[in-house]
């Protein structure tokens, strides 16, 4: 996934269309927007980032799940099957994200793509209401697809590179 | 400057404004199972040195702790679980890459043979119990069990050697192995907390013995402990020193913020230099009541536990 943080307002569309999705319980959510202020006044710089679950290559989550409930499917994308989570928080605990949750039922809940709608052909609920569409969607192992070419043409970065985990979602800068 | 905040809102329970997902159950746990592994570890070391008779609170008589601890703290692990009834989904796989994974195998060997341990002294230990329980004598089924555990001694105790240094490096690997909270994220936490569970192991033993020699032998065994204890704390602040700014940050916590006292009072002070100093005059023939040290090295244990579960979820990456 490629967000483009110029185009982000912060409108929170993204959140709203996944906890509808996704049923997330009130209270809850799998992505949210952080709005950070850098530099001195007059000077100052907003960065607007909508996050969630990076997906990593090295997900520190999959590594110390003791059932195996958090796993990697083809394609890269991290799920945790429900009926196999013991509910310890040992993920919750790897991610320097914090992008997982206790959900309300005991099991650990976070993004997932919209792993269902993706089956279906669909884009993630969050990519697909974004009304600056600034969030793009694709494969990053096909150098032609437009995420690639994206992360090709302009400048970009990745959130907490120096945990190791080698996260997905990539922002435009 | 630099400030980042939630503008879509977000306060997720448990997890915002820091993380509080594990709670006491795994600081005691942290404590019971390395207490557990200490004490099965001077178990077996002292009866393959066939020193079972000069030292029967180590090898016989603290043993009944060690089923009891281990019992209570996979209780507490469980209480901590928010999915319990699919806990048996640990025991389906094993994970190499998990250190949880290994704890739960690790604890499913070592668990019942600290009950044959202690079954297989309870005569012995206990004549007045055994003669209550007459009506076990018709079992003889036990009686068999009994006898098996009896003439295995050895192999248990060779077996429990490497089991319960496993268990002891595991209560502090399951920290370190999270990068994500830097405070634990450091490799020396695994041999701490296994000093830190024989430490609490020795004065526990202590506490029972009833003669001076073995009060002496294990004042002497608590206090080298201790030694590498401090040695391995030092070497820990000296390693977030030198880390990178989240580790210095993550240290700040310990020293100079909100667990210093906590840290340096409870753990350092009246957990390791006090019983150290009363463990030394000890040795150099002062009078010194050594249930003092013993019982502050326990609850030195204790703190330390609870303070590094604590204070390692307030650490975290900044982006």
Redesign the interface.
């Known amino acids: 996934m490629v967000i483009d943080t110029l185009k982000c307002v912060g409108c929170s569309d993204c959140v709203v269309a996944c906890q509808t999705e996704n049923d997330v319980p009130i209270g809850y959510c799998r992505d949210w927007v952080t709005e950070s202020v850098s530099g001195t006044y007059p000077s100052l710089d907003l960065e607007l980032k909508s996050e969630r679950c990076n997906h990593c290559d090295n997900a520190p989550c999959v590594r110390c799940c003791p059932t195996g409930a958090s796993h990697i499917v083809e394609g890269g994308i991290v799920l945790v099957t429900a009926n196999e989570c013991i509910g310890c928080g040992a993920c919750i605990e790897s991610c320097p994200y914090d992008a997982r949750y206790q959900h309300p039922d005991g099991y650990i809940d976070k993004c997932t793509f919209c792993h269902h709608r993706l089956k279906k052909g669909q884009l993630p609920a969050c990519v697909s209401v974004c009304p600056t569409k600034c969030m793009y969607f694709g494969d990053l192992d096909d150098p032609n697809s437009e995420v690639s070419q994206l992360l090709k043409s302009r400048k970009h970065k990745t959130l907490a590179p120096e945990a190791g985990t080698k996260p997905n979602v990539y922002y435009l800068t | 400057?630099?400030?980042?905040?939630?503008?879509?809102?977000?306060?997720?329970?448990?997890?915002?404004p820091s993380?509080q997902?594990?709670h006491w159950p795994i600081s005691l746990y942290l404590f019971l199972g390395g207490l557990a592994a200490g004490i099965l570890f001077f178990a077996a070391l002292f009866y393959l040195l066939g020193k079972d008779k000069e030292y029967p609170v180590a090898v016989k008589v603290a043993s009944i702790i060690p089923p009891i601890a281990l019992s209570v703290g996979l209780l507490a692990l469980v209480y901590?679980?928010?999915?319990?009834?699919?806990?048996w989904?640990?025991y389906?796989?094993v994970?190499i890459?998990?250190?949880?994974?290994w704890g739960?195998w690790v604890l499913l060997i070592v668990t019942p043979i600290s009950f044959m341990w202690t079954f297989s002294y309870y005569r012995e230990v206990y004549p007045k119990l055994e003669a209550k329980l007459q009506v076990f004598k018709r079992l003889k089924f036990l009686n068999s069990v009994e006898k098996f555990v009896i003439d295995n001694r050895k192999y248990l105790a060779i077996a429990l050697i490497p089991l319960t240094l496993v268990l002891g490096v595991y209560t502090g690997i399951l920290l370190s192995?999270?990068?994500?909270?830097p405070l634990w994220n450091n490799a020396i936490l695994g041999p701490l907390f296994l000093t830190s569970g024989l430490s609490t192991a020795a004065a526990a033993i202590i506490l029972l013995s009833k003669t001076s020699k073995e009060k002496h032998m294990f004042g002497k065994i608590d206090l080298a402990l201790i030694t590498i204890e401090l040695a391995l704390i030092v070497h820990m602040i000296m390693g977030y020193y030198a880390g990178?700014e989240v580790q210095v940050e993550a240290m700040q916590l310990l020293v100079g913020g909100e667990f210093t006292v906590m840290f340096f009072g409870f753990v350092v002070l009246l957990g390791l230099i006090v019983p150290g100093i009363l463990e030394l005059l000890d040795v150099f023939k002062y009078k010194v009541p050594v249930f003092v040290p013993a019982i502050l090295v326990l609850i030195g244990g204790i703190v330390f536990r609870f303070v590094m579960v604590e204070a390692g979820?307030l650490t975290?990456?900044l982006?």
């Not at chain 2, 192995?177 to 909270?181: E, I, L, M, S």
């Open positions: 400057m630099e400030e980042e905040l939630f503008i879509s809102g977000r306060n997720i329970p448990n997890i915002d993380l997902v594990w901590d679980l928010t999915h319990k009834l699919y806990t989904q640990l389906m796989t994970r890459e998990s250190p949880m994974s739960a192995a999270f990068n994500a909270r990178p979820q975290r990456y982006y």
